[in-house]
């Protein structure tokens, strides 16, 4: 299908929907060092601008528009959220643009925390917003972990059916591949993932193998905690503890931080994609993107409803 992509990123979406087979039209970010990230790994038909100062009416057509619009308002790691943070209108554009193309699906993700947000009342809100515009959608709770990535992530995924595609629901959530129970097959740990990296302080070859300074101390919240080598990382974050930075997860060794290239293999970027920016901003663009190998399995299903439904 093709695929205009807002709130792109680094592409982890766009880059698993791509290797579907998909073809993405168009796409914007508004961070520099995210759109030098994707010109130089995915293509150059991203815009860098302000979605705020787009034309959406100029956006391409295409049968999809995928975005993970912000999340930082939504997020659960942030205790100050709340159901007026401006941060939470940027799903408005997203809405906007899916009114005037009409495209027959959409995909937007999000944090976990949308379910909740204002007891339950934003997420509803923001479907029957889309109603309005003329889709069905249904909201999934994944966790990535069940689908092969080596990390505990849980994502919303609203998957939006223009109306007159008919009533039932026609793109279907991957089967899971993984489960934490060993079923159908065992999580896979973040050891399995990584371990086959090079200590960084050493002469290698690999791109981006370098971590930051910022020294492990376990305390008990999020990006403090010991990691255990036999489980599947937790969740790669974008953003630290409400000091500005980021915060990467420790290494299982307990010596240092995992390295931008370690968080993006957990995140399942190939190893010969190359971040750009300072470290602060690699990791920043590798913690907010949509697993590549779980956007793929996206992006096989965006292929069969395109020879199903649409005929194509
Ligand atoms: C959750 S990330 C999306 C990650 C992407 N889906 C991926 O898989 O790599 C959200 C993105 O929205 C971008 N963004 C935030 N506000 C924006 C705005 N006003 N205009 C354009 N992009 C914006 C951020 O720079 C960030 O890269």
């Given at each position: 299908m093709r695929v205009v992509s807002l709130f792109s990123g680094?592409?982890?979406?766009?880059?698993?929907?791509?290797?579907?087979?998909n073809d993405i039209v168009w796409a914007n970010d508004f961070d520099r060092d995210a759109v030098a990230t994707y010109r130089k790994n995915i293509g150059h038909h991203i815009a860098h601008a302000d979605i705020k100062d787009v034309d959406l009416n100029d956006i391409p057509s295409s049968e999809v528009i995928v975005g993970g619009f912000p999340c930082q308002g939504f997020s659960q790691a942030n205790m100050s959220r709340a159901v007026d943070d401006e941060r939470n209108q940027l799903y408005k554009f997203f809405l906007q643009a899916v009114k005037i193309k009409q495209p027959p699906f959409f995909i937007a993700e999000n944090v976990r925390g949308i379910l909740s947000l204002g007891g339950g009342e934003v997420i509803k809100r923001i479907v029957a917003d889309f109603k309005a515009a003329?889709?069905?959608?249904?909201?999934?709770?994944?966790?990535?972990?069940?689908?092969?990535v080596p990390q505990t992530r849980q994502r919303v995924f609203l998957i939006g059916q223009r109306a007159d595609l008919g009533q039932d629901t026609l793109f279907i959530l991957p089967q899971k591949t993984h489960g934490k129970d060993g079923q159908p097959q065992k999580w896979v740990s973040i050891k399995a993932a990584i371990d086959h990296y090079p200590?960084?302080?050493?002469?290698?070859?690999?791109l981006n193998h370098v971590h930051s300074a910022y020294k492990v101390a376990y305390r008990d919240f999020t990006g403090h905690r010991a990691t255990d080598p036999d489980k599947p990382s937790p969740t790669i974050l974008a953003r630290g503890n409400g000091q500005g930075g980021v915060c990467a997860i420790p290494h299982y060794n307990g010596q240092r931080r995992l390295t931008i290239r370690e968080s993006a293999t957990i995140q399942t970027f190939p190893e010969d994609f190359e971040?750009?920016?300072?470290?602060?901003?690699?990791?920043?663009?590798?913690?907010?993107a949509v697993p590549v190998s779980f956007a793929e399995l996206l992006g096989r299903e965006l292929r069969r409803l395109e020879r199903e439904a649409l005929g194509k």
């Open positions: 680094a592409g982890g979406l766009d880059l698993g929907l791509k290797k579907a087979g003329g889709y069905a959608v249904t909201v999934s709770l994944v966790n990535v972990a069940d689908y092969g200590d960084p302080s050493k002469p290698n070859d690999y971040f750009i920016g300072r470290m602060n901003s690699c990791y920043r663009q590798i913690g907010n």
